[in-house]
């Protein structure tokens, strides 16, 4: 016991302060991407083309072109930036990615990025300081689950604001899900589903759970929870970062509520 | 033995002309023998176009043995006489739809259709829905047993699968795991690549393994292209590998603490796991090292600078780590709990064919980063750590002395030079007509992925075959007579991936 | 003279209810039967409620013998519970036997059994009391044997008869004793000092009633004789038959004029072993019948132990506590009576219904028979020892005996209290599995599926009985007063000296307040949760796409920790496992039989040895006439011998 | 009684009750507090579990088709038992509310029934999970009663032959005891507060934070509990939790003071306790399951011991 103590004392306290203060992220982080479209040369698609998963889309911006990045699929890989030559797109350090539509995961020059709102009025106020979710993890590559397990150690020490993650549906506020949903695990997810009491919340985490990630259109798999369950929050990446996610959940209840995002810091 | 075996070396590829083409007796005799002379069957599988392939694994002289036979719709198994080939067989019966008559425990592996057109080896007509985990399993009789059915979905944060136990109270007689729920097709969806999704799709084969899998994927498309990966790439290769092996093991220890309730290794550990995914991140970005590797070379360089940070920052982790470790080692309540608990004998390992920590765990100094060093690559010095017992004892202290090693590794490699410069990418376009083996250590052991390229230069068929593959059956054989509240332990003891067996 | 014209009345009605149940069965029968048990519990109330000591007695041509009945508070306090299980058992049994091709046999059977039971309680002469004894012993084998055509019944049956001729002839030996120091075989109570006697006596009383009453190691026929007997006649051998052998022991210490230390110790010790053994092996039986017989040991060797405190405290002369460990072997001997006669009915029910005994074949049952399976639950709590009903409140007056006891440094208080503790943490187990394992979860097989309410005339008597848990605990202070004149007998204590058993009034209270605020939570979540709309679905399968209900914990394994992994070696039911091996096995089993640890480890070795003795004087039997006569000659040349020498000397 | 202290009386049953209802949940939230900061993090605020219950409480359940009455039996008993428990135990100088002869049976036998309620509301879903905790929470806690009855018997070898049984009187002869055989106090001492760990399915005999369904005693045996039925299985716990360790605390704390002084020693004590419990499990292993047994009959042993010198005193 005492041999535990000096341990203790070694080890020191670990718990970041986020929200109030964020905690340093590596440099080569790939977050929110922007673009400006101002400096896209006129025709070109290298961007689009260079995305393996059809992540972008070349809309028109009276003549130029102007890409869309949907971060529902993106897969957050440096293929879309290596590619442009003019740096017009590029990822910055930003992490705020979670939303509360579908529609929403979409990043374009002179587009607003709206960020997760908090749960509406009841579901908030029972909520708002008690949420146990029910992680299924369904078809992805174990990755999100990595991230979604990190925000439970003490670093990120998700229980200080009242969520955590529970054995059974039945004890479950809401389901958080990972991976695009196999075909092996769709009957799971719906019973999952099912045996969670009401009123329930659903987040989708990932690549997969949104979209398919990069196992998109296999008939193996469903292309994402949104097929299966009203899903009430977005989370990017892939996988997303801790800080990502915890910071989609905070949204979700209502802990943080800022819109506008801080500028973003300049890609390492 | 020189016998009907191509032989070859890891990240090696060779015509297919030069692949013997033996009778499917033959091959099987071949085979038996091989594996009866110690060597370890490392894949067993079709190829979609009438040929079953060999591929042993010979650790003691650094090989690889390839052999290929025309596949008829049934054959007898190989299982009796070589009990490793048994999920290859059951993969290729559900792949194929064909018939290994004799298999032991002949049932499917991981829940879908077979790949080419064709008669279903169970005889399940095409209508009738393939219900995930639903097999003909193996019970214990008596109306006093009970089955523990726990999965697919799990508590806590865990992949997908079905584990059935048989038991009476606390006592399991028998636990048969059935998996293939995180099926997404990796394998199907292969050929006819490389792809330009296919390296993202072998990063996320097994997102804990995203080097293990990456790499060996590069060097597949690298050694059908002929080409090879310059030395820093090689280098920064080795330390994202490193910073992988140092997070999941320093995770899993935690882990292991964790399931015996002992919180202080449970805590400072799942911080640590933290601080090395961030050393991954801060070569690449992504905790998981996603995008740092491309066939041909690898993405980002490092800076004298930044290797300098990291080598600090290594150094305070891994000596916070290796604190808490001995901690966990050096608490009798915790050794109570890991001692001659989910024991596998040595033999048994051997026959089942486990690889990896696992099989290390039993003594067996198995290692493809020694065994199988590819031309250039920085391996480790000195002989594999091993351990004697079998049980979570000797897997954790395995996975320890590892942890250990690959600190040395990874501060070593921050040193050299040569990762200074920021590496290019070589062009990379398989030749036709060829065969590749990737072997790559991972930190649950061998990833092995096999290339075959059809006269197009496209792959005619792209096999992963991830450690987990021949251990899961070594978590059923740790938990006979064992009580059930020690799975948990035994099994993170393992701590094998599902979306790397399921694919 | 009321009381024994209605113990005689009672005892013809039961004999003339019997005759003519063999002629037809029909609710006459069950009518004739219930008077007779109304007579029978006229008699033992009027007795209690007046005391004294009547006594008739008549000649029989029998040398030495007399046929002497006598109803006092003693018997009064057993004659009760023999006619209210006896009434509820006649209903019960028209429901539930009486269609049986034994059915006429089995009725005439029991009638001889309750007759020959009320005859026991009140006999007063020594060889009389022998006749009584032996018919009952004799009526209770065949009621028990009534499926006779199974060999499982044949060999209980038998086994029953050798430990009961076993217990008669040590009560046999008893008898000689008791006219050796008394002169007479009538039972009259002995004045004067100790005798040398006395000692011997109790023991061979202990021994012989003890076989009776289950009390270890002759407790080994019970399992068996309980579980293959019809439920009707397991619940009156279990709730009455076995307490005549408490009766038996109460009586004798009671004609001796002053008890011994040890008496008391001995009864304590032999209680607290018999109590821990049978709840521990009820923990693992699979038969829900075989484990209410092994919770009938328990709930015997409580009451032994608590007849061993009264003892010792009458013999240390702390006449209070004495009457205070008394009055809880009574009340106990009434309130199992009634809970183990519902969980007896309840387990017919059951039967009845499904055709298994064996726990791990029945579950879900509440579902396809809610009223029966609600009264069992509620019998199944009696028995567990909760709070506010039967079982509880009559094990209440022993702990605080216990608490006396060894506040006055004796160590038997300590052995009681940590004994009856253990009990009650094993018999919450026990009876959680068994209501459990039938009545919740899923159906283990076809027939658990299939399963339907009994039929009224089985249901009242066990709504009765229910009744009778629930309110007795009410009626505890009251009880313990009626019973003290009983005591009074037993213990040659005046029964002015029964002190108030305190908090027993606040106990009930405290049942009440139990019901009361759980009523009142009840109905507070039932608002609540009618508020918010419920979802319904399967139990949480963890996703799987087909569960089954082997997928569900079984009784076996539910006892499994309790009765294997920490039970000692000699006395844990062995195991039969075929384990599964190779790397790919292909069969394996695993049954464990919940035997008997004793009868099986210590009893039939020995049974064996002696049998393997006896063959050796076969070789005597050489099947020549000579021979034969040739030992006859020897036997009278002895006889003369003796006589020579013993007139010589 | 005259005025003045029938009110003393009242407003220390109207603390006792107070401490007894409202407490509990914070015990709960404060071992979780302390094995957060021995692990080196912030950890859920202190009233989380009244959060967590006010949640509860206010939203909907799911019923499984298995389960009948008996499954909603379960969580009120619970909460009865424990409650009605708690009203017979005193906390230091807070005398308890109600008090008769015999009543520290009544103590134990109403969590027994508590115990037998929660097991069959258990079994009710059919689910090889909840059997499992049933079996696991039947042996263990059956294993406990020696330690608890040796405990009760130790202390009433400290009272004189004759005159009553009260669980007041019982535990106002603690002083009595730490003065004549500290050792077989603390012995006694020692024994309790293993029943405290394994009533309660703490660390070394369970783990309520591994949410591993194969390890678990308490938690996998409500498994299938949700919404309301779930919030009073919790508070339940939370109660029971209390209600031990407030005769755990009985055997030290000082008594005698003014009424605000007991309950300020009374509640300082409970949450000592909660602080001792979350030090225990911050700094051991949990038990190898089929362990538990030896480790609960060594706590009977030990009492027994502390019976032993306590009747030599």
Redesign the interface.
């Given at each position: 016991m005492i041999t535990a103590l000096l341990a203790r004392l070694r080890q020191g306290h670990h718990t970041n302060r986020f929200p109030a203060q964020v905690p340093p992220l590596p440099d080569r982080l790939r977050g929110r991407p922007v673009v400006d479209s101002t400096l896209c040369p006129p025709g070109c698609r290298a961007c689009a083309d260079a995305c393996a998963v059809d992540a972008i889309a070349i809309g028109a911006d009276g003549g130029r072109p102007a890409p869309r990045i949907d971060l529902g699929k993106c897969l957050f890989c440096p293929d879309c930036s290596e590619a442009c030559p003019p740096k017009a797109l590029r990822f910055t350090n930003e992490f705020r990615l979670a939303t509360s539509a579908r529609g929403d995961l979409e990043v374009a020059d002179g587009r607003v990025y709206a960020l997760g709102r908090a749960l509406a009025g009841r579901i908030r106020r029972l909520y708002g300081r008690s949420l146990k979710l029910r992680v299924v993890s369904a078809g992805g590559c174990n990755g999100c689950e990595v991230d979604v397990n990190v925000l439970g150690t003490l670093a990120w020490d998700l229980g200080r604001f009242g969520i955590s993650y529970v054995a059974s549906p039945r004890h479950a506020d809401g389901m958080l899900i990972c991976g695009g949903v196999s075909r092996n695990m769709e009957l799971a997810v719906r019973k999952t589903w099912e045996a969670i009491p009401g009123p329930k919340v659903c987040i989708a985490v990932g690549a997969c759970a949104i979209a398919g990630g990069p196992f998109a259109g296999h008939p193996e798999q469903c292309d994402g929870a949104a097929g299966l369950v009203p899903v009430d929050l977005f989370i990017p990446g892939c996988p997303p970062h801790p800080l990502t996610i915890l910071d989609g959940l905070l949204r979700l209840i209502g802990r943080i509520e800022d819109q506008a995002a801080p500028p973003a810091p300049p890609a390492g | 033995m020189s016998g009907p075996w191509c032989f070859m070396r890891a990240g090696g590829a060779v015509a297919l002309e030069a692949v013997p083409d033996l009778p499917l007796d033959a091959l099987r005799a071949a085979v038996v023998a091989a594996v009866g002379a110690g060597r370890r069957l490392g894949c067993w599988c079709g190829d979609g176009a009438g040929r079953v392939y060999a591929v042993l694994v010979d650790d003691a002289a650094g090989q690889l043995l390839v052999a290929r036979a025309p596949l008829p719709d049934s054959y007898p198994a190989l299982t009796p006489d070589c009990p490793q080939a048994h999920l290859f067989e059951r993969e290729l019966a559900e792949q194929y739809g064909v018939v290994p008559v004799g298999h032991p425990w002949f049932k499917p592996v991981r829940f879908h259709r077979r790949l080419t057109p064709g008669p279903d080896a169970w005889g399940r007509p095409d209508d009738e829905a393939v219900l995930p985990g639903v097999a003909d399993m193996f019970t214990v009789a008596g109306d006093e047993v009970h089955e523990v059915a726990v999965g697919p979905v799990h508590a806590g944060v865990i992949e997908p699968g079905h584990f059935r136990f048989q038991c009476h109270g606390e006592v399991v007689f028998h636990l048969e795991i059935n998996l293939g729920y995180q099926h997404r097709g990796i394998e199907r969806a292969a050929i006819g690549g490389p792809h330009p999704r296919s390296m993202l799709q072998m990063e996320a084969a097994a997102g804990d393994s995203t080097i293990a899998h990456g790499w060996a994927h590069c060097q597949v498309v690298e050694a059908l292209a002929g080409v090879a990966a310059e030395q820093p790439a090689l280098d920064l290769r080795a330390l994202m590998l490193e910073l992988e092996r140092l997070a999941n093991h320093t995770g899993d220890l935690g882990a292991l603490a964790g399931d015996t309730g002992f919180l202080p290794t449970a805590s400072f550990n799942g911080r640590i796991r933290g601080d090395f995914l961030n050393l991954s991140a801060a070569v690449c970005g992504s905790r998981l090292g996603r995008g740092m590797l491309r066939p041909g070379g690898v993405r980002f360089g490092l800076d004298a600078a930044r290797r300098e940070d990291m080598r600090r920052r290594l150094e305070r982790a891994g000596a916070d780590a290796v604190h808490s470790c001995r901690l966990l080692f050096a608490t009798a309540s915790v050794q109570a709990r890991f001692e001659d608990v989910g024991v596998v004998r040595p033999i048994d390992a051997a026959a089942a064919g486990l690889v990896g920590v696992a099989r290390r765990a039993c003594g067996h100094p198995a290692d493809a980063r020694r065994d199988h060093p590819a031309d250039g690559r920085p391996g480790p010095a000195g002989p594999a750590a091993t351990a004697e017992g079998g049980d979570v004892h000797a897997r954790a202290f395995v996975r320890f002395a590892e942890l250990q090693e690959s600190l040395r590794l990874a501060d070593g490699l921050l040193q050299r030079d040569a990762a200074a410069t920021p590496p290019g990418a070589l062009r990379c376009r398989p030749r036709p007509g060829h065969l590749a083996i990737g072997l790559i250590e991972g930190w649950r052991g061998p990833v092995l992925h096999l290339g075959i390229t059809g006269d197009d230069g496209r792959f005619l068929r792209y096999k992963v075959v991830d450690p987990s593959f021949h251990n899961w059956f070594g978590l059923m054989l740790a938990l006979r007579d064992e009580q059930i509240s020690d799975f948990p332990l035994c099994n993170k003891s393992f701590n094998l991936s599902y979306c790397g067996f399921d694919l | 003279m009321i009381p024994l014209i209605a113990l005689l009345a009672g005892c013809a009605l039961h004999l003339a209810a019997g005759l003519l149940a063999l002629r037809r069965a029909g609710d006459a029968v069950a009518v004739l039967a219930v008077l007779a048990s109304g007579c029978l519990a006229l008699a033992g109330g009027w007795a209690l409620a007046a005391p004294a000591d009547l006594l008739l007695q008549l000649p029989w041509p029998v040398p030495g013998g007399a046929v002497a009945i006598g109803v006092d508070a003693l018997s009064g306090a057993f004659l009760l519970p023999i006619a209210a299980l006896g009434a509820a058992t006649a209903v019960y049994a028209r429901g539930y036997w009486d269609a049986h091709p034994s059915g006429g046999r089995t009725r005439a059977a029991v009638a001889v059994l309750l007759a020959a039971m009320a005859l026991v309680v009140t006999a007063r002469h020594g060889l009389w009391f022998l006749a009584c004894w032996e018919a009952m012993a004799l009526a209770a084998w065949v009621a028990m044997s009534a499926e006779h055509r199974e060999r499982e019944v044949r060999v209980s049956g038998w086994t029953y008869l050798v430990f009961t001729h076993l217990g008669t002839a040590c009560l046999t030996a008893m008898t000689v004793l008791f006219i050796l120091r008394a002169g007479t075989a009538a039972w009259v109570p002995l004045a004067g000092p100790a005798h040398a006697l006395d000692g011997a006596i109790v023991l061979l009383a202990i021994l012989g009633f003890g076989a009776k009453a289950g009390l270890l190691p002759l407790h080994a026929w019970l399992p068996g004789a309980h579980a293959s007997a019809p439920s009707h006649v397991s619940a009156l051998l279990s709730g009455v038959m076995l307490k005549t052998g408490i009766y038996g022991i109460l009586r004798i210490t009671g004609l001796l004029p002053e008890p011994a230390a040890w008496w008391g110790a001995l009864l304590s010790v032999v209680g607290a072993a018999t109590a821990l053994y049978g709840i521990a092996s009820a923990v693992v039986q699979?038969d829900c019948k075989r484990l209410l017989a092994c919770s009938s040991i328990e709930n015997l060797g409580i009451i032994a132990m608590a007849v061993g405190l009264a003892l010792s405290a009458r013999a240390g002369g702390h006449d209070a506590l004495a009457l205070l460990a008394g009055s809880a072997a009574l009340l106990h001997v009434w309130h199992h009576a009634v809970f183990k006669g519902l969980l007896f009915c309840g387990a017919g029910a059951v039967l009845h219904a499904t055709g298994t005994r064996?726990i791990?074949?029945l579950?879900?049952l509440?579902?396809a028979m809610?009223r029966a399976g609600a009264l069992w639950?509620v019998g199944c709590?009696a028995a567990?020892?909760?709070?506010?009903l039967a079982g509880?409140a009559s094990e209440?007056p022993l702990?605080?005996a216990g608490?006396?006891e060894?506040?006055?440094?004796g160590w038997a208080g300590?052995l009681t209290?940590?004994a009856l503790?253990?009990c009650?943490?094993?018999a919450?187990?026990a009876?959680?599995?068994l209501?459990?394992?039938v009545?919740?979860?899923?159906g283990?097989?076809p027939e658990a599926e299939n399963a339907h309410d009994p039929p009224p005339s089985m249901l009242r008597p066990m709504a009765a009985l229910a009744a009778a848990c629930l309110l007795l605990p009410l009626a505890a202070p009251w009880t313990l007063a009626a019973l003290a004149p009983a005591l009074g007998v037993a213990l040659r204590l005046p029964a002015a000296a029964a002190p108030a058993v305190?908090?027993i009034v606040?106990?009930a209270v405290?049942g009440l307040?139990?019901a009361a605020?759980?009523a009142a939570?009840?109905w507070r979540?039932?608002r609540?949760?009618a508020a918010?709309?419920?979802?319904?679905?399967?139990?949480?399968?963890?996703?799987?796409?087909?569960?089954?209900?082997?997928?569900?914990?079984?009784v076996?394994?539910?006892?499994?920790?309790?009765g294997?992994?920490?039970a000692p070696a000699p006395i844990a039911p062995p195991q039969d496992?075929q384990?599964?091996q190779g790397?790919?096995?292909?069969?394996?089993?695993?049954?464990?039989r919940t035997g008997d640890g004793i009868l099986e480890r210590w009893i039939m070795p020995l049974v064996g040895r002696g049998a393997a003795l006896c063959m050796r004087l076969r070789l005597l039997q050489q099947g020549h006439l000579h021979a034969y006569l040739a030992y006859i000659l020897a036997a009278v040349l002895v006889l003369l011998a003796v006589a020579v020498l013993g007139r010589a000397g | 009684m005259d005025a003045p202290l029938l009110l003393e009386a009242a407003g220390r049953a109207l603390a006792h009750l107070a401490v007894l209802t409202l407490l509990p949940p914070l015990l709960i939230g404060l071992i979780a507090k302390v094995k957060a900061a021995f692990a080196g993090r912030n950890g859920p605020p202190l009233l989380q579990p009244y959060f967590d219950l006010a949640k509860l409480l206010r939203k909907q359940a799911v019923f499984s088709r298995t389960t009948t009455w008996v499954f909603r039996l379960g969580p009120v008993a619970a909460v009865v038992t424990a409650l009605l428990a708690g009203l017979v135990v005193p906390l230091g100088g807070l005398a308890a509310p109600v008090s008769f002869d015999g009543d520290l049976l009544l103590v134990a036998y109403l969590l027994a029934l508590g115990r037998f309620c929660t097991i069959l509301s258990a079994l009710d879903t059919g689910s090889a999970f909840e059997g499992m905790g049933a079996s696991r929470e039947a042996a263990f806690s059956c294993l406990a009663e020696p330690a608890l009855f040796l405990g009760f018997i130790a202390l009433a070898l400290l009272l004189p032959p004759g005159g009553g049984l009260r669980l007041a009187e019982l535990l106002a002869a603690a002083p009595d005891g730490w003065r004549l055989a500290a050792g077989g106090m603390a012995l006694v001492a020692a024994a309790w507060l293993v029943v405290l760990l394994v009533e309660n399915c703490r660390i070394p005999f369970d783990d309520p934070n591994t949410h591993l369904e194969l390890t678990m005693i308490h938690e996998v045996m409500v498994l299938d509990h949700s919404g309301p039925p779930l919030g009073l299985i919790l508070y339940g716990a939370a109660v029971k939790f209390a209600v031990i360790a407030m005769l755990l605390l009985s055997l030290v704390l000082p008594r005698g003071g003014g009424l605000v002084a007991d309950l300020a020693t009374g509640v300082a004590g409970l949450l000592a306790v909660a602080v001792l419990v979350g030090v225990v499990e911050s700094s051991m292993a949990r038990l190898r399951l089929l362990r538990v047994p030896t480790l609960l009959v060594s706590a009977a042993l030990l009492a027994g011991f502390g019976v032993v010198l306590l009747a030599v005193h």
């Open positions: - | - | 699979g064996r791990d074949r579950g879900g509440l579902a809610p639950i709590a567990a020892g909760l709070p506010g509880f209440w702990y605080l608490f006396a060894l506040r006055q440094g300590v209290v940590v503790a253990l009650g943490g094993l919450v187990a009876y959680a599995g209501a459990g394992g009545l919740l979860g899923n283990r097989s305190p908090g606040h106990l405290a307040a139990v605020l759980g939570a009840w979540l039932h609540r949760l918010l709309p419920q979802g319904a679905g399967p139990t949480w399968d963890c996703g799987y796409a087909a569960p089954s209900s082997r997928m569900q914990y079984t076996s394994s539910f006892g499994a920790t309790l294997h992994d920490i496992i384990p599964a790397l790919f096995p292909h069969a394996a089993s695993f049954s464990s | -």
